[in-house]
Each structure stands twice: as structure tokens, then as C-alpha cells.
């Protein structure tokens, strides 16, 4: 069934709320989100989630950021994987959705930071696994709930995708990122990507 007008014009207003957001958060420096010795006392850092809904509940309610005020939440890899709908779309899309309420909820304390299968998502960069096309299978999925507004939701999420961090900084000079570049160790890596505006958003 495809969703309502309302539904739809939801979704987009939340995307643009959350990447709104992203780009005010206070702790934010360039590209980056440096949290102080004050703020980043308590930081919980997930792994991938790849669209699995039950780990990512599971990560709200361990978080129990309204329990826990001075706790930050790190999220990375939302898009493909976990559920598919009946035509085999993937239901991944409905946790990024969710991701961008969190960081609404929560916009100084919940942290997105880019990873890999949403910038494929964002520079259409096709992604195969197990002999499918993720990107075509998330696109499916957005098709299925939102039929001929597929396009305007998934300009929302891009949207929301092109403003994350690339990663956080925490007390004691950690960096959490996603990943790093190929063979980083050998060649060096231009840390300036971090504070100037990325070439693939231009």
C-alpha cells in the first residue's frame, strides 16, 4: 500500500529537519564532530547495522537517551540489508528514516557518520552482493511504500546522507570512523578531508 500524502510529506520534513541538524550540531567542526573531555564522557559507538530493525531498537533502548543526558550515540551503516518487502525490496530505508527522527530527537547527541553503502547510495555508486544490487533493491523498497513520490523521498535521504560527519572525535584524541582509504598506512592520508566541504558534494 502506498503511503499517504501526509505520511510522505512527513518523511521528507524529517530528512530536512535531521540534516538541518547535522549541519548545526555544536560540537561539530568541519567535518567532523569533536566532542570535549565535558561532553564525550559516555559515548556508545554501534557497529554496522545494515537495516536490521531489531538491532537497531535494541540500540534505542540501551541508549535510553532520554535516561541518560550527557550520553552521545555514534550510528553508522544504515542502508542494505535486513528485511525485504513481498516484491523483494529492501526495508532498509524505513531505519534510515528512523536514524534522521533520532538525530531530530536528539540533534546535539546523535551522530550519523557517513559509511560506505550510503555514499553509494548518494554518488550512485552500484553495490553487488550475494549476486544482488543493493542500490537497485533499496530503490525498490522506497518504490513500494511511496510509489510515485519514490523520487522526492530519496532526494530527501540524499539530502539528509550528504550533511553526516565523517566521523567523531572523542577525549583522548580517538577518531571513529566508518573506514579509511586503501592502503592508508603506505600513502598517507590528506587529513584536511575532514575540515574543507567534500569534492563529491560540489
Do not use: W
Not at 556508545?44 to 538491532?55: A, F, P, Y
Not at 552500484?126 to 543493493?134: D, E, F, G
Not at 598506512?185 to 575532514?194: A, C, M
Amino acid at each position: 500500500m502506498i503511503a499517504t500524502f501526509e505520511y510522505i510529506e512527513q518523511i521528507i520534513n524529517t530528512c530536512k529537519k535531521a540534516a538541518q541538524a547535522n549541519l548545526e550540531t555544536p560540537s561539530r567542526q568541519g567535518n567532523l564532530i569533536v566532542l570535549s573531555s565535558q561532553d564525550g564522557t559516555d559515548v556508545m559507538i554501534t557497529g554496522d547495522l545494515h537495516g536490521h530493525r531489531r538491532n537497531f531498537n535494541l540500540i534505542r533502548r540501551i541508549a535510553a537517551l532520554d535516561k541518560n543526558p550527557s550520553r552521545h550515540l555514534v550510528i553508522q551503516e544504515v542502508c542494505h540489508g535486513g528485511l525485504t518487502y513481498p516484491d523483494g525490496g529492501c526495508m532498509s530505508h524505513t531505519v534510515l528514516e528512523d536514524v534522521a527522527k533520532l538525530k531530530t530527537q536528539y540533534p546535539d547527541r546523535v551522530h550519523f557518520i557517513l559509511g560506505n553503502h550510503e555514499l553509494a547510495e548518494m554518488t550512485d555508486y552500484p553495490i553487488q552482493k550475494n549476486k544482488q544490487m543493493l542500490n537497485f533493491l533499496f530503490r525498490l523498497g522506497i518504490q513500494h511504500v511511496y510509489g510515485p513520490a519514490a523520487d522526492r523521498v530519496r532526494q530527501a535521504y540524499i539530502e539528509f546522507i550528504q550533511t553526516c560527519p565523517l566521523g567523531v572525535v572523542i577525549p583522548g584524541g580517538v577518531v571513529v570512523t566508518h573506514s579509511l582509504p586503501e592502503n592508508v598506512d603506505k600513502q598517507g592520508f590528506d587529513v584536511s578531508v575532514f575540515h574543507r566541504p567534500l569534492d563529491i558534494l560540489e
